[in-house]
């Protein structure tokens, strides 16, 4: 089965930066998207980023461009996700999520929904 681990959350004060990771096992093809999603108290869950694993496209929702990079390490089975500039509203557990798919628009997938998570890791952004 495929497992995630997402880590890497904690409390930060506006303007500082943190670094999430999301390790992935137990799938049974090379050709996947890993997204990252958040939810904040009373609120929906919503997209941040996304990656092709088959070609390394990326995908930032517009929260987040510019602020937030996610990258991966291949030969980890690791996907990370750099916070930077982080604002109060970025306050939410982050989850790491998985689908199997062969193309570049990770972000159609996210919209769609994913298939496997993680549990979440809890950022805090104090004002």
């Known amino acids: 089965d495929v497992q995630l681990q997402a880590s890497g959350g904690g409390l930060v004060q506006a303007g500082g930066s943190l670094r999430l990771s999301c390790a992935a096992s137990g799938f049974v093809s090379d050709d996947y998207a890993i997204g990252w999603f958040r939810q904040a108290p009373g609120k929906a869950r919503e997209g941040v980023s996304c990656?092709?694993?088959?070609?390394?496209?990326?995908y930032s929702f517009d929260a987040v461009k510019g602020r937030f990079t996610i990258s991966s390490a291949n030969a980890e089975n690791t996907v990370y996700l750099q916070m930077n500039s982080l604002k109060p509203e970025d306050t939410a557990v982050y989850y790491c999520a998985l689908s199997y798919y062969s193309g570049s628009n990770c972000r159609r997938v996210a919209l769609a929904g994913m298939d496997y998570w993680g549990k979440g890791t809890q950022v805090t952004v104090s004002s």
């Open positions: 990656i092709s694993r088959t070609d390394g496209s990326t």
